[in-house]
């Protein structure tokens, strides 16, 4: 790739962190209790938005009004689930990602971490992990935007923009937003940004193209090669 990139933002869950799909099966699960049934294209449909938001939808397309009581309490459960499901078995970074995200950043590339959980779902888990946040050498990454800090969640693109607010960058067209949903390849479009999809979700190569990706990768770990650094 040609263009010059100063800020790479990359979703959390199924793209720089390996959770074994805990997320899809809390959503799946607090959804279903609510007494809507979910289907698998319709949960994949909303995987990456904000979870108050496929909560919302997710009911209603399985036939249950999404009343302010409903979607709060199906939040909560979703919290519940996500946090059992954690502390069973605690998510890890994907193979590979920390030495690319150094790898990056070590070439004076910004790094954030965009997501669809909100502040009270994103840091603890950050914290698990171990990744520092700053723009220090010694951080993992030099932001992190949750959906508390946004207007609304993918597929609008302020989470993006935010983090370009956040790490300085003023050029859109050198942000790379990448994730491994079709709703994160859609939010990168519509900020503006180059659009990477990426294989290690459970979403298949021809949705994310579908979803207009620019580019699909195996995983984050191929993008210092996409970018000439290698």
């Known amino acids: 790739m040609t263009v010059p990139v100063d800020l790479v933002a990359l979703d959390m869950a199924g793209t720089t962190i390996d959770d074994g799909g805990a997320v899809y099966e809390a959503l799946r699960?607090?959804?279903?209790?609510?007494?809507?049934?979910?289907?698998?294209?319709?949960?994949q449909a909303w995987m990456g938005t904000d979870k108050v938001e496929a909560i919302t939808n997710l009911l209603r397309i399985g036939g249950v009004e999404?009343?302010?009581?409903?979607?709060?309490?199906?939040?909560?459960?979703?919290?519940?689930?996500?946090?059992?499901?954690?502390?069973?078995?605690?998510?890890?970074?994907?193979?590979?990602?920390?030495?690319?995200?150094?790898?990056?950043?070590g070439r004076g590339i910004a790094v954030s971490l965009t997501t669809g959980f909100d502040d009270a779902v994103a840091y603890p888990l950050l914290a698990a992990l171990g990744w520092r946040i700053g723009d220090d050498p010694e951080a993992t990454v030099d932001a992190v935007v949750t959906t508390s800090d946004?207007?609304?969640?993918?597929?609008?693109?302020?989470?993006?923009?935010?983090?370009?607010?956040?790490?300085?960058?003023?050029?859109?067209?050198?942000?790379l937003a990448a994730g491994d949903t079709a709703v994160d390849v859609q939010a990168a479009n519509n900020a503006g940004a180059i659009s990477v999809g990426v294989l290690t979700g459970k979403a298949d190569?021809?949705?994310l193209a579908t979803a207009g990706a620019d580019h699909v990768l195996g995983g984050v770990v191929d993008l210092p090669a996409l970018l000439g650094l290698r």
């Open 29 to 43: 699960g607090a959804v279903e209790d609510g007494g809507a049934p979910v289907a698998q294209p319709d949960l």
């Open 66 to 105: 999404p009343t302010a009581e409903r979607v709060a309490a199906g939040f909560e459960r979703f919290r519940e689930r996500l946090g059992q499901a954690y502390a069973g078995t605690p998510p890890t970074a994907i193979d590979g990602v920390p030495q690319a995200l150094a790898e990056l950043r």
């Open 150 to 175: 946004v207007a609304a969640g993918r597929p609008a693109p302020y989470l993006i923009h935010r983090a370009m607010e956040k790490t300085g960058a003023r050029d859109v067209r050198r942000v």
């Open 205 to 207: 190569p021809e949705a």
